[in-house]
């Protein structure tokens, strides 16, 4: 199980109990490395994902990246943070979910595991340098 970063204990420990639970559901056939999501919105909604293989891999889809398509087909596009737990000690978002976080502001904190600590940083600590589409 994850535990929560030292600085934002209370929020994490939420985030990161939702995001143990959402990877009880997930699907990882091919890889055996289950993870699951939890994104908080600005306006105190949470929205979980869970990983979801495909014998094609490019139907696969990360847990981050379901439980942002879920907020933002509800219509929600502002994020305070998302949590990611996996079965693995280390796990960070991948590029292309650091890519779809970043479509929707650089602020947006994660809380993950990291040398086997818990760790929290910024979309842009994760990914430097980038460009989004800063939404509405």
Known sequence: MCTPAENKPEEAEKLLKKSNE???CAYPPGCKNAVGAALLTEDGKTFTGC??????????????????????????????SLAVCSDKKDYTPCGGCRQVLREFGDKT???MQLDGKAK???????????????AK
């Open 51 to 80: 990983s979801i293989e495909n014998s094609t891999p490019c139907l696969s889809a990360c847990a981050e990246c379901v439980a942002v398509w879920k907020a933002v087909s509800e219509g929600c596009t502002k994020f305070k």
């Open 109 to 111: 904190e994660i809380h």
């Open 120 to 134: 929290t940083m910024t979309i842009a600590e994760l990914l430097p340098m980038s460009t989004g589409g800063e």
């Open 22 to 24: 959402a990877k009880g």
